[in-house]
């Protein structure tokens, strides 16, 4: 082989090694951080915000009456499940914003948690949505003081 190729091979190669990390990276992230339209009980219509709380051994997900919306979830073994994985339950929208599970993404910044969220917005003239519970979950290997963490809402 021509030597003249060498370094054009070098920073191909290169190239293609740097955006595998970078894809490997972003899906460690996701990986790290999902979400998961859930139900406990009971809850404080009154007081949306007083029902947001960590969840991390299988006692206080059975205390909490946490269930998911996806049945598939209820069946795993929450005891594997805690070792690895913190969930942080939340309630969210209502009036006129309805907000989803699918539709939030998480990404931790210095000592906080950002939950982003894209709303579908109620037109109707009528009638309020209903707020959404939802549960994060967050790999607390990575984030060891995740409970000290600051928890902030952006709309996307």
């Given at each position: 082989m021509n030597n003249r190729y060498i370094p054009?091979?070098?920073?191909?190669?290169?190239?293609?090694?740097?955006?595998?990390a970078c894809h490997s990276q972003q899906e460690n992230m996701k990986s790290e951080i999902k979400f998961y339209a859930c139900d406990?009980?009971?809850?404080d219509w009154e007081n949306p915000a007083s029902n947001n709380k960590w969840i991390d051994n299988s006692l206080q997900a059975m205390s909490s009456g946490l269930e998911y919306n996806n049945p598939s979830l209820n069946t795993r073994d929450t005891d594997s499940l805690y070792q690895t994985t913190a969930q942080y339950i939340f309630v969210i929208g209502g009036g006129d914003r309805w907000i989803t599970a699918d539709k939030c993404s998480g990404e931790v910044s210095?000592?906080?948690?950002?939950?982003?969220?894209?709303?579908?917005?109620?037109?109707?003239?009528?009638?309020?949505?209903?707020?959404?519970?939802?549960?994060?979950?967050?790999?607390?290997?990575?984030?060891?003081?995740?409970k000290k963490m600051k928890i902030v809402y952006k709309e996307i």
């Open positions: 054009f091979i070098v920073v191909l190669l290169s190239n293609i090694i740097g955006f595998g406990i009980k009971p809850v210095g000592d906080t948690i950002i939950i982003k969220y894209a709303p579908q917005i109620n037109h109707s003239t009528v009638g309020e949505t209903a707020p959404s519970i939802i549960c994060m979950e967050l790999n607390k290997q990575k984030y060891p003081d995740y």
